[in-house]
């Protein structure tokens, strides 16, 4: 019997190549959209909204009605949230966590009873290397990210009992749609707004120069396939690998200069506000 995937967020980036990728690979393939899509070879679409629970009980019921069981849910879709802490609108950091995690939970919630009667099933979580350390001007995205790596350790073994992988997957910078979806906020006239300019054209230039989707489908094609996936699978390139590691292991004094100068931050903050 072929394996059944449900995958959200296939409109566009990791989502769409992945999904097309495990369906060529033989999978029984179902990706969520929001919106209208053209159609996606061999891959059947649901409609679900992360934010809107109802839409989310309604997708896997329907699933469930034309496919016995769930093999692998892969938790990919997410939205992105630029800008100062102190400028960030309550509207926005709730939407942020809305979709990054509670969405992420109530499907969770949703899929883990017929995972749990089936007796076995894989779930992959998308993190990022931003939930490995914070990211300036993008702190409720890393906050979200953050969750999702306790979350998903926690998770890990409350269900292994049951025959359930859970998977963590930090994407370092890749060349998605993120880039453009991304909700950037700030005041053009406020005390952020210089470095905030400095510092996004450095995270948009890392993204547009970044991996190609078709590396993470790839790999996500490899994680669905092994027998033991590993816990974790950083997937970028060895300058971001190395970050991660000297975040593990340098004092956060050492380490914080090192990201605040990728990031085109000056010593002090006077240096910026001067014209
Ligand atoms: N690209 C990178 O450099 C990078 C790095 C680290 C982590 N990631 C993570 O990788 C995952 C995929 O991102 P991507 O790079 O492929 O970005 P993307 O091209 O922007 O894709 C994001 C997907 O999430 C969907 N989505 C957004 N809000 C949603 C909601 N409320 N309900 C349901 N679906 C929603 C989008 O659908 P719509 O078209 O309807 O908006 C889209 O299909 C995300 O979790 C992201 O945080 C990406």
């Known amino acids: 019997m072929k394996k059944v995937v449900l995958i959200t967020g296939v409109s566009s980036g990791f989502g769409k190549e992945a999904s097309v990728l495990l369906a060529r690979a033989g999978y029984t393939v179902y990706g969520t959209v929001r919106k209208a899509l053209e159609p996606l070879p061999g891959v059947h679409l649901l409609n679900m909204d992360l934010t809107k629970p109802a839409s989310i009980d309604s997708a896997v ?9 769930i093999d692998v849910l892969i938790n990919n879709a997410g939205m992105h949230l630029g800008g100062p802490i102190e400028e960030t609108p309550a509207e926005l950091y709730r939407r942020q966590l809305d979709t990054n995690l509670h969405g992420m939970v109530h499907l969770l919630q949703a899929v883990l009873p017929p995972m749990r009667s089936q007796g076995k099933g894989l779930i992959i979580n998308f993190s990022s290397i931003g939930g490995l350390m914070g990211l300036p001007f993008q702190a409720f995205y890393s906050a979200s ?4 790596e306790g979350l998903s350790e926690a998770l890990r073994m409350e269900v292994q009992a049951f025959g359930i992988k859970v998977v963590l997957v930090n994407p370092g910078d890749f060349h998605t749609s993120n880039t453009a979806n991304r909700i950037n906020v700030c ?3 406020g005390p952020y707004a210089k470095q905030f300019e400095i510092s996004k054209a450095c995270f948009e230039s890392d ?10 489908a790839r790999t996500l094609l490899k994680i669905v396939r092994a027998k033991r996936p590993r816990h974790r699978y ?3 390139s060895l300058d971001q ?8 292991i340098l004092p956060s004094c050492w380490f914080m200069p090192i990201l605040t100068s990728h990031y ?10 001067s014209p």
């Open 234 to 236: 950083v997937v970028a």
């Open 187 to 189: 005041d053009e006239k």
């Open 241 to 248: 690998k190395l970050a991660v590691l000297l975040k593990r």
């Open 145 to 148: 990210k953050y969750a999702i």
């Open 61 to 69: 019921a329907a699933l469930l009605e034309r496919e016995a069981q």
């Open 264 to 273: 085109g931050f000056k010593k002090k903050a006077n240096n910026l506000l």
């Open 207 to 216: 993204e547009t120069n970044g991996g190609k989707p078709e590396v993470m």
